[in-house]
């Protein structure tokens, strides 16, 4: 790999990284702190028809940004040995969905300065989708 091929993608290697650090750290937490995490998110949605789904939802949340955070390391790791973003690609779309799910959840909380938070996580998951789209890179 020549260093004018890594110049050239730091965009995308760089957003992979914060990504990568953003959802495995958020992931870890969830994993780490349960309990305090499902209090808080049962509270939270007490009032909606989401309430009793509490559970499987932070499970499906915390597997979604865990696999995003690693798919994003070894995305990084993986441009390095074979000169392809493909993997920090496809990490983006995972972290989208994931920010996506997160995003709904917190306006059906009706807690809109929340959901607002996710927005700039989006358009950097977005940017990095578009850094990386290996079928927009074939025309």
Known sequence: MHLN???KNLPALFAALLVSILFIQSGLDKVLDWKG???????????TALAKTVPPMLAT???ME??????SVAGIIYFFAAGSLVL?????????????????????AKDYPGAAV?????????????????????V
Do not use: C
């Not at 995490?37 to 009032?47: A, I, M, Q, R």
């Not at 920090?88 to 059906?108: C, D, E, H, N, P």
């Not at 927005?119 to 074939?138: Q, R, S």
């Open 61 to 63: 949340v915390t597997v």
């Open 88 to 108: 920090i690609f496809w990490a983006s779309i995972l972290g989208a969905l994931s920010i996506t799910a997160l995003f709904f959840g917190q306006r059906v």
């Open 66 to 71: 865990l696999a995003t955070g690693f798919l």
């Open 37 to 47: 995490n499902l209090e808080w998110l049962t509270g939270h949605f007490s009032k």
């Open 5 to 7: 091929d890594i110049a």
């Open 118 to 138: 996710l927005v700039p996580y989006f358009i950097l998951l977005i940017l990095m989708m578009y850094l990386t789209d290996p079928f927009l890179k074939a």
